[in-house]
């Protein structure tokens, strides 16, 4: 049976930033977790962070890639370098997936770790921009698909095409 990589926080478990969850409600994901096909994780918590903590961005300007070659940083509003529990994170999320034979994930949107397809701009405004975040970035480097909490259905869909034959 294959298993999804998801986003703690999406499966209502309080390990975001502020000490929130933000469950989805959608019924595939209700119908996967009766099958047993979850693997829940959270790459900032994997990483060592605390819950709650200060929020964290890619600087402005840099992307994913760049954390990823070490030409940009991951940082708080006070400027604190968290770089490395989110590098830390990430790799994990790519043990997990590799340890599960995961091919899909589905993960939190904006966030410096699971952004998908928009991660906030590193001015702390609340301001997005397109982008992915590192354990988006790195899922998608060892061949996972990664889909956000509004890709569900495509999730689904790739999840039906993986099981054809």
């Not at 840099?62 to 770089?83: C, F, K, N, Q």
């Not at 790195?138 to 956000?148: D, I, K, Q």
């Amino acid at each position: 049976m294959e298993k999804i990589l998801v986003s703690a926080c999406l499966l209502g478990q309080r390990v975001r930033y502020d000490g929130a969850g933000k469950a989805t409600a959608h019924a595939e994901v209700a119908r996967w977790r009766a099958e047993g096909r979850l693997v829940s994780y959270c790459p900032e918590v994997a990483g060592g962070l605390p819950v709650p903590r200060p929020p964290a961005e890619i600087e402005a300007g840099g992307t994913a890639a760049a954390v990823l070659d070490g030409s940009a940083r991951i940082i708080t509003p006070a400027g604190a370098d968290v770089t490395e529990v989110f590098l830390a994170g990430a790799h994990g999320a790519v043990r997990a997936a590799r340890r599960h034979g995961t091919r899909i994930a589905v993960l939190k949107e904006g966030s410096p770790s699971c952004g998908v397809h928009r991660v906030h701009d590193g001015t702390f405004s609340g301001t997005t921009i397109d982008g992915s975040g590192v354990t988006a970035h790195l899922l998608r480097a060892a061949g996972v698909a990664v889909f956000s909490e509004s890709e569900i259905d495509a999730a689904a869909a790739h999840l039906a095409a993986l099981a054809s034959p």
